[in-house]
């Protein structure tokens, strides 16, 4: 089908609940992509942060071709090897105690506010079960995770939403302080906020925050659903910031381009969750722990997390490097990267670039953000900041 007609038919058959590119995507190796019509593009977006090897990769493919034909799914009543496997690799990488497994991002974020709940309950009894999470942030769209999100544009239409979140600016102990209070049982923070615009914490204030929770005995629960699985240039981005969390949730890169999400606990809170209080059906099951493990041993070969922090620093020099007065900055990090421009200018910028051959992707207000596949080549990335050179330099 050519792009028209794909198009007409998506109108009619599918719900329009995103505003997509025009554009009809067919195959991809690497770090390029390639649309219906054969155009080419190199993509800094990897489906979100998902595709972290790029597309194509063959030891992602093998992996799941092989466990297919032994056991796809088998369901949580019955132990596979895949799934032991990847609990135990994430474990022994971060010094983290237990891990449960589900399907995405928002799934994993309710796991760890149930965990935390409970974990408070078992403890004190009710009526301590409020989380604080941080203005800008992000942690899914469900009814409780768009609560849990620290934006107003996300508490509409969907009345009732889950009671117990309580909000702090970022970078602001003092705020944080002031939403605590005999009714929390929980801080939760992405350590660099994505959506909200590519907003790295200021480690200072993480490690108050780290201190506040030790002295109230709340969790600190780390949202490592965009930074985690190698993006920061570590495995998880908390290891970076040298603190212990709690619980941290993880998504997007665990399954390289399947759905997977998983919450890790610490040996603070890792019975917490004991049988009958938490389940889904298709979590931990083997064909998508054979793609996370495939991901595992690649992505925390510690050459392969230095090539991510080094190809981060060479984008973010060369397009600082640009001399463009429409590059206000560029922050983040890894391949995590939010590169700034004016808000009303960044439309405009993205619609050239994607244009020009170069999928981007967009963050807050005024980021074009890039999660190129921590895979990507020193040449994919050289013809991308071509690109993005004559786009920012014209
Ligand atoms: C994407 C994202 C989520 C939601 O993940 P889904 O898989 O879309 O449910 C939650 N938290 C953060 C930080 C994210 O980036």
């Not at 801080?187 to 200021?202: F, K, N, S």
């Not at 908390?238 to 919450?263: E, H, N, T, W």
């Not at 990267?337 to 020009?356: C, F, S, W």
């Amino acid at each position: 089908m050519t792009y028209h007609e794909l198009k007409e038919q998506e109108n009619q058959y599918v719900m329009n609940t995103y505003g997509r590119f025009d554009i009809a995507l067919d195959h991809g190796n690497g770090a390029q992509l390639w649309d219906v019509e054969g155009k080419r593009y190199i993509d800094l977006t990897s489906g979100i942060g998902v595709c972290c090897l790029g597309y194509n990769n063959e030891k992602i493919i093998d992996a799941i071709t092989t466990q297919a034909h032994k056991l796809m799914h088998v369901s949580n009543l019955f132990t596979t090897e895949p799934m032991v496997q990847a609990a135990k690799t994430l474990c022994t990488q971060t010094g983290m105690s237990k891990v449960f497994f589900s399907n995405s991002g928002a799934e994993s974020n309710e796991g760890m506010i149930k965990l935390a709940r409970k974990y408070s309950y078992d403890k004190y009894g009710e009526g301590r079960a409020e989380i604080v999470t941080l203005y800008n942030s992000f942690h899914g769209r469900t009814i409780t995770t768009l609560k849990a999100t620290g934006q107003d544009k996300f508490h509409q239409y969907f009345f009732p939403f889950t009671e117990g979140f309580a909000y702090a600016n970022a970078n602001d102990i003092d705020s944080v302080k002031a939403a605590v209070n005999g009714h929390t049982c929980a801080i939760m923070m992405e350590l660099i906020q994505g959506e909200g615009g590519v907003l790295p914490l200021d480690p200072d204030f993480v490690h108050q925050v780290e201190a506040l929770c030790r002295e109230n005995d709340l969790l600190l629960l780390i949202d490592e659903v965009q930074t985690g699985i190698g993006r920061t240039g570590s495995l998880f981005c908390f290891q970076q910031y040298g603190i212990k969390p709690d619980v941290v949730s993880m998504a997007k890169g665990l399954g390289g381009g399947v759905p997977i999400g998983a919450v890790m606990a610490a040996d603070t809170c890792d019975t917490v969750l004991g049988p009958g209080t938490h389940a889904t059906t298709f979590g931990g099951t083997p064909m998508i722990c054979a793609a996370a493990n495939a991901v595992l041993s690649e992505v925390t070969q510690p050459e392969f997390l230095k090539s991510v922090t080094e190809k981060g620093e060479y984008l973010k020099a060369k397009i600082l490097g640009f001399g463009s007065d429409k590059v206000k900055d560029v922050r983040g990090m890894g391949l995590m990267l939010g590169i700034v421009v004016d808000a009303d200018a960044r439309a405009a910028l993205v619609k050239e670039i994607m244009d020009a051959g170069v999928l981007v992707l967009t963050a807050g207000t005024n980021a074009i953000r890039l999660l190129p596949p921590l895979s990507i080549s020193y040449e994919e990335m050289d013809e991308a900041l071509a690109v993005m050179q004559k786009v920012f330099c014209k």
